[in-house]
């Protein structure tokens, strides 16, 4: 998704969009070119066959008509019927037909032979025309005697003109009965029939060839015989006048079928030498789709140079100030428009940066002023119950008590004088800590006890001043209660290492009443978990926390598995 909304995805698509149809425009328009261009020629060439076919089956039905008036007006041909095999007269009469048919012959240059032959005498007359590629020799005569026999007698009038092989040589024959028993036939080599056809101008690779209905070449062909068996199996499976084949290139095959044979008639084109008018505009459709790939390549680095480049570099200088880097400055572009955006650019992450420090400075200062308005806070709060300890002690005439507790007085006020600073040691505030429950312990001798326990790689830790005074004094405050084992209070301090944390742990326990559930939900809720309102109590920690650490520090409150109540305070080491 990111990438369908960039530049180059959009220019790419948007130029795709417009170039498309040109292309498909322009390969219509070649495709419709050279189907016209085929169709035209292919109608040319229809027409030359046709033509060239109605000439032979001219020839041929003019041929028919001379043997049936051979066989039915010639008086020897008729009378070879009537006289018997062996007589003078029968010798006379086969002498005066064989000179007739001679003497015709050469009236009809396309003939090679013309026979008769008796069904009746089993006798065949052959007459063979000057130099006719027919050889005139017994092997001949005995072909037409056998063919006679076997397909001759049972010929049809409409059956018309057959291809058979004559010594070797693609003829067509053709024969018409006289009387009952007695056929004239006429023999003419294919080739002599294609001789008008071959004077054609043939270009490069352009063949005419003649077929027999059973794909027989008729004519001598340069084509592989795999390859023709290729173009017979294709054309005779159809009746169009002509189609486009591969042998393996493509031709262009035009197909005449004669009217009074079984012979076909074909040209065989190449489609180049058919397309070659339309080269050139081959040429230009096959070569514009490189020109405008190449066009849109040099577009594309142009707009990445000129354009994309420069938002790039924009996008990353605001992900620098995003991320906190307000020193960066975007380099001056060669565009005038680009380098005004650079310009600005610089001056608002100047002003920006500006911005930041002042506001930051600013945080400072009233983190500072917050800080020492809780401290102020905090210390009214404990001086009010270290003067009230005092003012009991000295009530109850506990003259020693009272020094001693004055002298931790003095000592607790010291230690205050010196928490101005925000940062102590952990032993400092330790020591604070300890004048103030010393006071306690000695207004409470018989129920109240603490314990301190610290390791010693943490005792020169620095920790924000003050920071867990309000939970020993809620401690005692709102938990001590008057019980036999009396009230216990216990300060925990130890350093935790690991992956995700380190930092001081300080866990204060003791034995007394712990938080009530209202308390609990309230300090989830606000933060606060003393139900009288003057007491800041956790809630000024934990803003002193956020002051201090962010959302590093921890804060937990909760009560012992048995009774009383625990607090735990994680502050992370600087």
Known sequence: MKDRNSLIFKFISGFTLVSLPLFL??????????????????????????????????????????????????PAVISLELQPRGSDEYLMTRIAAANTMEKDINYYSELGALFVFSAKTQDLIMTRANGSQIPQNKGTEDFIYEWMRSEGLSMKQEDGWKTVKVAGIPCLIHVVKSGTSLYVGSIIPIQSLAAPSNKVQLVEDEQIIFFSEQAEPLTATTISPNYLNQLTSKFLKTNKAFQTVEIPDKYLLVMNRSQVSNMIMTVLLPEKNVYRQLSLLQKLIYFLPFAIGCFLIINLVLLKKIVVNPIIRVVRAMRRIQEGDLQYRMPPSHSKELDLLSETFNTMSAEISSLKINVYEEHIKTQQAEIKHLQ???????????????????????????????????????????????????????????????????????????????????????????????????????????????????????????????????????????????????????????????????????????????????????????????????????
């Open 376 to 574: 102020l806070q905090i210390n009214p709060h404990f001086l009010l119950n270290s003067l009230n300890i005092a003012y009991n002690l000295i009530a109850t005439k506990k003259s020693e008590l009272a020094q001693r507790m004055m002298v931790h007085l003095m000592n607790y006020f010291r230690s205050m004088m010196r928490s101005q600073q925000r940062m102590v040691t952990i032993t400092e505030e330790l020591k604070h800590i300890d004048h103030y429950l010393q006071i306690q312990k000695m207004r409470f001798p018989l129920h109240f006890d603490y314990a301190i326990d610290i390791d010693e790689q943490v005792r020169e830790q620095l920790i924000p001043s003050l920071i867990f005074q309000p939970f020993v004094e809620n401690a005692i405050i709102h938990g001590m209660v008057m019980q036999d084992e009396g009230f216990h209070l216990k300060i925990i301090c130890y350093e935790e290492h690991s992956d995700n944390s380190h930092g001081l742990w300080i866990h204060i326990e003791d034995n007394g009443n712990g938080f009530s559930a209202p308390a609990l939900q309230k300090f989830v809720a606000s933060g606060q978990s003393s139900e009288d309102a003057g007491n800041l109590g956790i809630q000024n920690v934990k803003q002193r926390l956020q002051a201090y650490y962010a959302n590093k520090a921890r804060l937990m409150i909760g009560n012992g598995l048995e009774k009383g109540a625990v607090v735990r305070l994680f502050i992370p080491k600087k």
């Open 25 to 74: 425009l322009l390969f219509f328009s070649n495709s419709y070119a050279m189907n016209l261009v085929r169709d035209q020629v292919a109608q040319t060439n229809s027409s030359l066959l046709s033509g060239q076919m109605s000439h032979i089956d001219s020839k041929l039905s003019e041929i028919n008509t001379y043997m049936f008036r051979l066989a039915l007006q010639d």
